[in-house]
């Protein structure tokens, strides 16, 4: 199996998920020889890395994309061409990791030209804490080495899942978009702590330590209803709450959340 060790690893594009992706990789990857280049267009994200000893900033892409052995583009979506054209005559026998919404594994290699290697990973912005859910799927012309080496590169920020690229809209809004949908639920939750007296500090983290609670109870085994059927006893508080949030649709009010913003990655997938 090929190993992000001793690797020259370029990421295009320090926003957040390419912050998170860099510095997961630094923690994580302890070979002295392992190098890794970075370019953006806003200098201020670079200069956050200056003097760090294992990390090159590059003056341009083009500059990476010839010293790298693999490439991570965390770009948006609509730039995504105008990045991948210039650079593609460097992309020879090289690796492209993209995590681009929306943009497929077809549409990366046309931008890059014929017989490139591309993988596309779906990562969220849980990668800022370590607790990145990514998923990812090889192109037509990536091997096995190619998807084992992302799956390492990518375990330095989270978990990683292997899926089919027809399955990565539905995670798209899944996961990608999916951190944001909880996080409107724990400030809700918060702001009714506030309502009832609570300080808006202490409402909001018990509010997000009892997500986490609950989504660790289900990693461990536990189902959802068990969850509830475990808390809600007869009369009691809990119950009262469930019926609050099925009169209000809250459960149909969620799975909307998903469904449409997995119908706008098929839209961006589709242009």
Excluded: Q, W
């Excluded at 702001?191 to 990693?219: C, F, H, K, N, Q």
């Amino acid at each position: 199996m090929k190993s992000a060790k001793g690797k020259k690893i370029g990421i295009i594009g320090i926003g957040n998920i390419g912050t998170s992706i860099l510095r997961g990789l630094l923690a994580t990857v302890d070979d002295a020889d392992a190098r890794f280049l970075i370019n953006d267009l806003r200098r201020e994200s670079l200069d956050a890395f200056a003097g760090e000893p294992r990390v090159e900033i590059c003056e341009s892409n083009e500059e990476l994309a010839k010293k790298a052995e693999i490439v991570i583009l965390a770009v948006k979506p609509k730039d995504v061409r105008m990045v991948l054209e210039p650079i593609a005559p460097l992309m020879t026998d090289k690796l492209l990791i993209s995590v681009a919404a929306g943009v497929s594994t077809a549409e990366l290699e046309r931008y890059l030209g014929e017989g490139k290697r591309v993988i596309r990973v779906m990562p969220n912005i849980g990668a800022k804490v370590g607790e990145s859910v990514s998923v990812l799927c090889r192109g037509r012309n990536a091997v096995a080495d190619d998807e084992e080496l992302a799956d390492e590169i990518f375990s330095a920020i989270g978990s990683v899942y292997h899926m089919n690229e027809s399955d990565m809209d539905v995670i798209t809004g899944l996961s990608g978009s999916g951190i944001a949908f909880f996080a409107e639920v724990i400030d809700a939750m918060a702001d009714a702590g506030v309502y009832e007296g609570l300080p808006r500090g202490s409402a909001l983290t018990i509010a997000a330590r009892t997500a986490l609670g609950a989504a660790r109870m289900i990693l461990a085994g536990d189902d959802p209803a068990t969850i509830k059927a475990m808390t809600a006893s007869p009369g009691g508080t809990t119950i009262r709450g469930l019926y609050a949030m099925e009169s209000r649709a809250v459960r149909a009010a969620m799975m909307d959340a998903v469904i449409e913003a997995t119908r706008r990655s098929r839209e961006m997938n589709r242009r």
